[in-house]
């Protein structure tokens, strides 16, 4: 047994205080009588066993109050296992991470307000995934969908326009990157929120990508910040970014054509000029209200009963019997024939087994599934319950519960049962998929009740589809190896060298045996983006000297010592203090590399 509220078991103590006010009150009554009369004329006037009936009295009300507090605190006693899907929708939010969102004409910045409003999203999410597509010149999946909103806001708060390493505004890029990353398996309507300030700058066409997002049935919804006159940009070393001829760069906000890309798919676009973005409005009443929700995750989960009605009902009984107990003797008898009349009597508790197996008939199996399962807390492990609850299962399509149900039936001794569980657990396991383990499940039938003609009926078609099976799989693996042989051939084919080839190659391989003095300066690959560090980590690591930098006789010596295997390092606190210059950067693992790039709108 376990309590849903402890914190009201607090209420016991009111009993031990009541029974003081019980024991103070009829000690202040006696005194009261005894200055009313004499010892004797109270025997007479009040005789002791009205006292014996007062203390019946307050007994009554002490343990009504006892099971009111025990009531109040909510007992659960016995489980059911209840089914738990969780539907929505799968939600892409494209953030424009550019230059111009640190603009200030919406407080503290654009990109800081848009990051909140998307905060302030997660709270109103009803078991929606999310994930989240960074973008400026170049895009790239920040998160990918997911339920887990926690570490969706972490990769969140991780953005910034130095976080990108392209500048610029690649709409384009943005929308192709959110369809790659919807699950096309996935069932439930998608849709994509795009943020951003600015004008396309990338080379691809925006309404093109609209387009291919419409064929998709994927939604776009459009947010423009700021306004159409423009804005400068604030530079991080202060002023304002300014073009190769001198001017001040403003940021222009392409309103047109995120209407048309927003009305092409069936979105809708929202202006946002003084930081309220309605994100609120486009998930409530556009996503939530107009968009089919999937299963997305499902499972069951134990469901504590609640018992709050045994202790509230015997505080009531209690309650009431101390109400009509009288204090007189006279009037007891009538009084209690008076409350067994009133009191009604309790109604028996309704057959569950018999409304599942009514709720089954009529195809309500979600229903009879409940029935069935309130049956079994009464005897778990009863076959019949059990076979009960997984052939309700096996209706409502959940065949994984259904065969687990199934294998604990076999347990009985009841042969007509066993077969019955043996040629369900056959059905429910072809439907899985798992052929072969249907096939013993119907012999294992047979072997029970050899006359079963629809166990045979069954068993003769799962070996026959099985048979096909194995067929068409030979058939194209057969097919797939003489492909691939055929493909080999080809390639040999196309790699043999004349013999004057051949003696030309071996001639070069024996001229590049020896190697200049700058080839092993000019095969150094340049670092990838990403694995960039700055110039004291390159000292560190190689023991080379940046421009302009003095060396001592020792520091050369030390540098150009190469450590042997299993001798320890000269600075063991090096490899610390290297990790700890490094930055937790959420999501930059799932970040390309793209190099050096020249952008001429960098903004």
């Given at each position: 047994m376990t309590f849903f509220k402890t914190e009201m078991l607090f209420f016991i103590w009111a009993v031990p205080v009541l029974f003081l006010v019980i024991f103070y009150g009829m000690r202040r009554r006696r005194e009261i009588m005894h200055r009313f009369s004499s010892v004797h004329g109270l025997e007479a006037i009040a005789p002791d066993t009205v006292g014996g009936r007062r203390w019946v009295k307050g007994s009554l009300l002490m343990v009504a109050v006892l099971f009111t507090a025990v009531a109040l605190a909510g007992p659960k006693y016995g489980y059911r296992w209840q089914e738990i899907r969780q539907q929505g929708v799968d939600i892409i939010i494209a953030l424009d991470c550019s230059r111009s969102m640190t603009a200030a004409d919406i407080h503290p910045t654009r990109l800081e307000r848009a990051k909140r409003e998307v905060f302030d999203l997660l709270a109103m999410l009803k078991g929606d995934r999310v994930g989240l597509v960074a973008f400026a010149g170049t895009a790239f999946l920040q998160c990918p969908l997911t339920l887990d909103y926690s570490a969706f806001n972490l990769f969140l708060n991780a953005l910034s326009p130095d976080y990108l390493p392209v500048g610029g505004t690649d709409i384009t890029g943005a929308l192709t990157t959110a369809l790659d990353s919807f699950d096309p398996k996935s069932a439930s309507d998608k849709a994509v929120i795009l943020i951003t300030d600015g004008e396309n700058t990338g080379g691809g066409e925006p309404l093109k990508a609209a387009e291919t997002l419409k064929e998709n049935k994927i939604k776009l919804f459009c947010i423009g910040v700021g306004g159409s006159d423009g804005v400068p940009i604030p530079e991080?070393?202060?002023?304002?970014?300014?073009?190769?001829?001198?001017?001040?760069?403003?940021?222009?906000?392409?309103?047109?054509?995120?209407?048309?890309?927003?009305?092409?798919?069936?979105?809708?676009?929202?202006?946002?000029?003084?930081?309220?973005?309605?994100?609120?409005?486009?998930?409530t009443d556009e996503i939530r209200r107009k968009m089919e929700a999937d299963t997305v995750s499902s499972g069951r989960k134990q469901v504590w009963e609640d018992r709050f009605q045994w202790p509230l009902a015997l505080a009531l009984l209690c309650l009431v019997a101390e109400l009509m107990l009288p204090v007189t003797r006279k009037t007891m008898v009538p009084v209690l024939l008076v409350t067994l009349l009133v009191m009604p009597s309790a109604p028996a508790r309704a057959n569950d087994t018999s409304q599942g197996i009514k709720a089954y008939a009529a195809g309500k199996y979600e229903k009879a599934l409940k029935h069935f399962t309130d049956a079994q807390l009464d005897a778990p492990d009863k076959p019949e319950s059990l076979y009960n609850v997984a052939d309700a299962y096996y209706k409502t399509g959940n065949?994984?519960?259904?065969?687990?149900?199934?294998?604990?039936?076999?347990?009985?001794?009841?042969?007509?049962?066993k077969q019955k569980a043996l040629y369900n657990l056959g059905n429910a396991e072809f439907r899985r998929g798992n052929a072969k383990a249907a096939i013993g499940h119907y012999e294992a039938a047979l072997a029970v009740d050899p006359d079963d003609q629809l166990t045979k009926e069954n068993l003769a078609f799962v070996k026959k589809t099985l048979e096909q099976q194995q067929k068409q799989q030979q058939s194209g693996d057969s097919q797939q190896d003489k492909k691939d042989r055929e493909q080999n051939q080809e390639k040999q084919d196309q790699a043999s060298p004349s013999e004057g080839e051949q003696d030309r190659k071996q001639q070069e391989d024996q001229?590049?045996?020896?190697?200049?003095?700058?080839?092993?300066?000019?095969?150094?690959?340049?670092?990838?983006?990403?694995?960039?560090?700055?110039?004291?980590?390159?000292?560190?690591?190689?023991?080379?000297?940046?421009?302009?930098?003095?060396?001592?006789?020792?520091?050369?010596?030390?540098?150009?010592?190469?450590?042997?295997?299993?001798?320890?390092?000269?600075?063991?606190?090096?490899?610390e203090r290297m990790l700890n210059r490094l930055q937790d950067q959420p999501g930059r693992a799932l970040m390309p590399a793209t190099g050096q790039q020249r952008v001429e709108k960098d903004w």
């Open positions: 991080p070393a202060g002023g304002f970014k300014k073009d190769r001829s001198g001017q001040i760069v403003l940021s222009r906000l392409d309103e047109n054509t995120l209407k048309k890309m927003a009305v092409l798919t069936g979105g809708t676009y929202v202006r946002s000029v003084a930081g309220d973005m309605d994100l609120d409005a486009i998930y065949f994984d519960a259904a065969v687990e149900h199934y294998e604990q039936v076999l347990e009985t001794h009841d042969n007509a049962l001229a590049q045996e020896k190697p200049s003095p700058s080839d092993g300066q000019q095969d150094q690959k340049r670092p990838e983006f990403g694995d960039e560090m700055d110039q004291e980590q390159q000292a560190d690591q190689s023991g080379a000297v940046p421009p302009n930098e003095p060396q001592d006789d020792q520091q050369t010596a030390a540098s150009s010592r190469q450590a042997r295997p299993g001798e320890p390092s000269g600075d063991p606190g090096q490899a």
